[in-house]
Structures are given as C-alpha cells and as structure tokens.
C-alpha cells in the first residue's frame, strides 16, 4: 500500500471545470486502476491499464478520461460531462489480474 | 462478464462470536477471490485471498472458503473484536487471456461487532 500516492487528498471542483486526480506507484506494477466510490456503496470501475499506452473503459467511465505514458503514473481527469462527480477516487495497480492494493483516495466535491 | 453478490449488506454481531459473509460469481473461469476491509474514510486493505485451486485458506481468526461447483466463496472470521468492524468487500477475476482484465467487487457488507 504505502508504494500507491494520490494526490490531492481532498479536491473541489466547480461546475463545468474539468480537474485532473494523481495516481503514481513505485511498485513496478504493469496494471493500475481507477475505481469510484459513493458513500455506503461499492467500488465501480472506471478505467484500468494493463500496460503503459494502453488502456480500457471500466463499468462507469462517460465523463472520465484517462492517459498511461509512463508505467508509475495513471492520471485521472474528471471531465465537465461527469454531471455528478462527487465522490471518493481510489486507484489501485497490481502486477497482473491479480492482488490489487489501493492508495489512499482522492475525496472529490463539486461546489 | 463477471457478476459478484455479496450477503449480506449489514451484519452486526456480539463481541467473541462469529461472522460470515457470502459471494456468489457468475463466470466459472474466474480463479482468484480477494477479501478487503475498508474503514470509514480509508483506502481497501487485503486481509486474504484464494485461488481457484483451493478449497480453504487460514489466516488466524480469518477463513476463506471457495466451492467452484457452485461458484461462491465466504469469508469467516471468528472471535471477533470491536476492530474488526468495518466494510469487507469480496472481488473475483477472471484468467488473463479473458476480455476483463480487472477484478469485479461484490457491494459489500457492513459488520459491526458490538462489545
């Protein structure tokens, strides 16, 4: 876990503004993932990569964008066309479909 | 794709007893099951796996239990404690050469152990 930093903790985003979530791994992971949480619910899928320059639409991923450029980084941008983006960002990586581990997230609120 | 069910959504339980949680999956080529715990406010944390090629997995107070037959998998955790109160989370994915290269998480479930 500790090999997994986002940033920033916390975000505020006003409306029709397009921000941008940092995800960055030292674990030498190929995979990396975003995921969404609302409060008392469960984990949807966003985006994942499995290799650097690639990468696929989760469960959710209208109003999302991504980029894999370097192997470390998996940037998330949250898009003005996400009408409802309030919520905790996690993003995980793993060395295959395998055991993920999570950063600590990115609570996102839009004012 | 893959389809997780987890049951049930909130457990509370008395401090010493017994807790378990069940999953059900729908792809019966998926091969590894992960358990997570969330506390309020924080990141998922692993606390055990099994793969397809198992039928049970010890850790201490922590069980999992897999029966491919009829695709679904439990978490037991015995004597429990205050901390172990938290949301747990079960996930399932399917092998590499498969479209869906990411593990599906069950909804989850809510366990509180009462002191």
């Known amino acids: 876990d500790g090999g997994i930093t986002q940033s920033p903790k916390y975000l505020f985003r006003k409306e029709g503004q397009n921000v941008t979530l940092s995800c960055e791994q030292n674990l030498n992971h190929d995979a990396m993932y975003w995921y969404r949480q609302d409060p008392g619910q469960g984990l949807r899928l966003i985006y994942y990569s499995q290799i650097v320059n690639d990468f696929q639409k989760g469960d959710i991923a209208e109003g999302y964008s991504v980029s894999r450029e370097k192997k470390e980084s998996f940037p998330l941008t949250v898009t003005s066309a996400q009408k409802n983006p309030t919520a905790f960002y996690l993003c995980?990586?793993?060395?295959?479909?395998?055991?993920?581990?999570f950063g600590p997230g990115t609570r996102l609120t839009v004012l | 794709g893959e389809n997780v069910e987890q049951h049930p959504s909130t457990l509370s339980v008395q401090e010493g007893d017994s807790a378990v949680i069940k999953c059900t999956y729908s792809?019966?080529?998926?091969?590894?099951f992960p358990w997570y715990k969330q506390e309020l406010g924080k990141r998922p944390q692993l606390i055990i796996d099994i793969r397809s090629n198992v039928g049970e997995k010890k850790d201490q107070r922590i069980a999992v239990t897999l029966n491919k037959t009829a695709k679904h998998f439990s978490l037991h955790i015995t004597e429990t404690q205050p901390e172990d109160s938290a949301v747990y989370f079960c996930?399932?994915?399917?092998?590499?050469?498969?479209?869906?290269?990411?593990?599906?998480f069950g909804s989850g479930t809510r366990l509180q152990v009462q002191p």
């Open positions: 996930a399932a994915s399917s092998p590499m050469d498969t479209g869906r290269r990411a593990l599906t």
């Open positions: 792809d019966s080529a998926s091969n590894y």
């Open positions: 995980a990586s793993s060395r295959g479909v395998d055991t993920q581990y």
